[in-house]
Nanobody, 117 residues
């Protein structure tokens, strides 16, 4: 499946952004979607995941601030980011785990989020 991420940009601390990730086909073949991020000089880390059944998981650093959701009809997963901090600055990648795969097997191109005053 091909993934197209969008919605990144420059935002001030305390602000909000919503990232979108559109999949090239319907979610019935996808068991899980996720968002990861990679800050300069650091490894890629998990931000949030959501299963086809709607179960969610968040990194401790974003709990209570970020929300992952799915619009099944639009084949799109969202990441609503509130109360953004400079430490949230990173390239955000969406990922999909398709049926038959134990790990995320498809990745989007990334969208840059910069939190700065």
């Amino acid at each position: 499946v091909q993934l197209q991420a969008s919605g990144g940009g420059l935002v001030q601390p305390g602000g909000s952004l919503r990232l979108s990730c559109a999949a090239s086909r319907r979610f019935f073949s996808i068991n899980e979607m996720g968002w990861y991020r990679q800050a300069p000089g650091k490894q890629r880390d998990l931000v949030a995941t959501i299963t086809s059944g709607g179960s969610t998981n968040y990194a401790d650093s974003v709990k209570g601030r970020f929300t992952i959701s799915i619009d099944i009809g639009a084949n799109t997963v969202f990441l609503q980011m509130n109360s953004l901090k400079p430490g949230d600055t990173a390239i955000y990648y969406c990922a999909a785990r398709e049926t038959g795969y134990a790990l995320f097997n498809s990745w989007g191109q990334g969208t840059l989020v910069t939190v700065s005053s």
